[in-house]
Nanobody, 113 residues
């Protein structure tokens, strides 16, 4: 069993930044392949970014160049740095252990003036 807890969401103006965190349980975090997804109201959950255990990353086209996924293995935490935020980035953001049914509870990000 892996527990994932997201934090760091909030209200931010367009063009602003936020950093989301996802704290994971487990002693082998450094081997985990992690992902961030988001779900906007009335829309399906969509993939945002992946970070693999060997530190390769991939991003959805809509966030590439603005978002950065990273990890701190000593803190068992994966991050999503979000810059140049747009109103269309408004969603609940979830982290997941890729290839499993382990998801966090989500954190709300609202981009609005």
């Amino acid at each position: 069993q892996v527990q994932l807890v997201e934090s760091g969401g909030g209200l931010v103006q367009p063009g602003g930044s936020l950093r989301l965190s996802c704290a994971a349980s487990g002693s082998i975090f450094r081997t985990y392949n992690m992902g961030w997804y988001r779900q906007a109201p009335g829309k399906q959950r969509e993939w945002v970014a992946n970070l693999f255990s060997h530190d390769s990353t991939s991003y959805a086209t809509s966030v590439k160049g603005r978002f950065t996924i990273s990890r701190d293995n000593d803190k068992n935490t994966v991050y999503l740095q979000m810059n140049s935020l747009k109103p269309e980035d408004t969603a609940v953001y979830y982290c997941t252990l890729l290839g499993t049914n382990f998801w966090g509870q989500g954190t709300q990000v609202t981009v609005s003036s």
